[in-house]
């Protein structure tokens, strides 16, 4: 019984750490989330489907620093229609942190022009991870 019960915990632990695991990027290795490089993540942010370009963002997201090869059409992907996109990019950004400062002046954009007021306080937080000095005076 308790092989059993090891080899569940084993099959479990296996299962929550394989699914976004960030390669050592000095080694020259594309960061992994899901299984899938971070390339095809990239990829789609432009897929026809909201729900394949916000699982994209969520698992971006999920790599942090890592996915900072991302954050060109991560801010592309800022002014995506459905707002189900734009949150998880806004989540991704302030993830990748100081990384993402390029993406600083359209966060600060949407904190005051995004009609969702979600997305537009999840804009200020990304800033407050990327560079909370851009916040001063607000």
């Given at each position: 019984m308790l092989a059993r019960a090891l080899g569940a915990l084993t099959l479990i632990l296996a299962l929550t750490t394989g699914?976004?695991?960030?390669?050592?990027?000095a080694g020259g290795k594309e960061p992994v989330a899901g299984g899938r490089p971070?390339?095809?993540?990239?990829?789609?942010l432009k897929a026809a489907a909201p729900a394949t370009r916000n699982a994209a963002a969520y698992e971006i997201a999920g790599l942090g620093p890592a996915a900072k090869p991302a954050v060109p059409a991560l801010i592309e992907a800022l002014d995506d229609p459905d707002a189900a996109v734009r949150f998880p990019v806004t989540v991704a950004l302030g993830e990748i942190g100081p990384e993402a400062a390029p993406a600083v002046p359209r966060l600060k954009q949407m904190m005051f022009e995004e009609i969702n007021d979600e997305i537009a306080a999840a804009a200020r937080r990304a800033i407050r991870h990327i560079q909370p000095s851009a916040l001063a005076g607000e």
């Amino acid at each position: 019984m308790l092989a059993r019960a090891l080899g569940a915990l084993t099959l479990i632990l296996a299962l929550t750490t394989g699914g976004a695991s960030a390669q050592n990027a000095a080694g020259g290795k594309e960061p992994v989330a899901g299984g899938r490089p971070l390339s095809e993540l990239i990829a789609d942010l432009k897929a026809a489907a909201p729900a394949t370009r916000n699982a994209a963002a969520y698992e971006i997201a999920g790599l942090g620093p890592a996915a900072k090869p991302a954050v060109p059409a991560l801010i592309e992907a800022l002014d995506d229609p459905d707002a189900a996109v734009r949150f998880p990019v806004t989540v991704a950004l302030g993830e990748i942190g100081p990384e993402a400062a390029p993406a600083v002046p359209r966060l600060k954009q949407m904190m005051f022009e995004e009609i969702n007021d979600e997305i537009a306080a999840a804009a200020r937080r990304a800033i407050r991870h990327i560079q909370p000095s851009a916040l001063a005076g607000e």
